[in-house]
């Protein structure tokens, strides 16, 4: 019998908001395998006694990076943890998008402005500044170039807490075709779903955001999932992936680019997608055979 620890976070005092995480575990033990929720940072947590560990909902990581990180290291070194330890530094700072373009892949557009850096924003067009490390659009905010002086205090406060920039055009196509999640698992295609813009024009880059606004089920077509196979294959060791989700905008001229590219712990949005709880259970209990 399997046992599998399914790696989330400690909301205290809120409740988790991982509505995937009691299916999952029920999914599993129904198909015999022994599953348990395990806090990511938990001390008393034994993870060499499971066969695999699935990193799924810890989305305070991006808090605490480097602390995390240590623990993808530690955990590796115990047991199986999916995804791959190395994969997931890599994936934690998004400047992974320059390798993807260096690789060929169609991506948005991409500046970077570390703490100590000379500041430039561009001048001609609307643009969008977050940070490399981030998760639910923390800190990032969209700017026309009138408020340059608005978006300078916002790189100010970012890098005072040591966190480096990026600048990106903003993509006009969301706020037509929205932003499509390309869901992958255990090798293929899961399914795939569609949102429509975060970032509004005015709202600060600390205001709270609704992450997945109006999202819905969606079929990719031929070039999105192209693209997003493409930037699969061009992710570093990715041999031994269980998971992704590729985020894909249109750019100017109509086509798929790659906004993003989660292999660390993308909600699956099973409650949008029900039928596929049992290919993810099936693929999860495969790889702790392995």
């Known amino acids: ?33 022994e599953a348990e929720a395990v806090h990511w940072d938990d001390p008393d947590a034994d993870w060499a006694a499971y066969d695999l560990a699935v990193i799924r909902s810890t989305w305070d990581y991006s808090w605490r990076a480097d602390e995390f990180l240590a623990w993808t290291q530690k955990c590796a070194s115990l047991t199986r943890l999916a995804n791959p330890a190395e994969v997931v530094r890599w994936n934690t700072d998004k400047r992974y998008l320059g390798d993807l373009a260096r690789a060929g892949v169609p991506v948005v557009s991409t500046s970077y402005i570390a703490p100590g850096e000379s500041v430039s924003l561009p001048d001609t067009h609307e643009y969008v500044v977050k940070p490399t490390s981030g998760a639910g659009s923390r800190y990032a905010a969209r700017y026309t170039p009138d408020d340059h002086d608005t978006a300078v205090r916002h790189l100010a406060r970012m890098h005072d807490e040591g966190l480096t920039a990026m600048v990106q055009p903003y993509m006009r196509g969301i706020d037509v075709s929205g932003e499509r999640a390309l869901q992958f698992f ?97 693929a999860i209990l495969a790889a702790a055979a392995r």
């Open 1 to 33: 019998m399997p046992r599998v620890a399914l790696v989330t976070y400690d909301p205290r005092p809120e409740p988790s908001k991982d509505a995937d995480l009691p299916v999952l575990l029920r999914a599993l033990r129904e198909a015999g395998a």
């Open 186 to 282: 255990g090798g293929g295609l899961l399914h795939a779903s569609r949102k429509r813009a975060v970032l509004t024009p005015g709202t600060a880059y600390d205001a709270p955001k609704v992450a997945h606004p109006d999202l819905e089920p969606w079929t990719p077509s031929p070039s999105e999932l192209a693209v997003a196979e493409q930037a699969l294959a061009a992710v570093p060791d990715a041999t031994d992936l269980l998971y992704a989700r590729v985020d894909l905008v249109d750019g100017p001229d109509g086509e798929p680019r790659v906004m993003e590219l989660e292999l660390v712990e993308p909600n699956l949005f099973l409650f949008l997608h029900p039928v596929s709880v049992s290919a993810v259970s099936d």
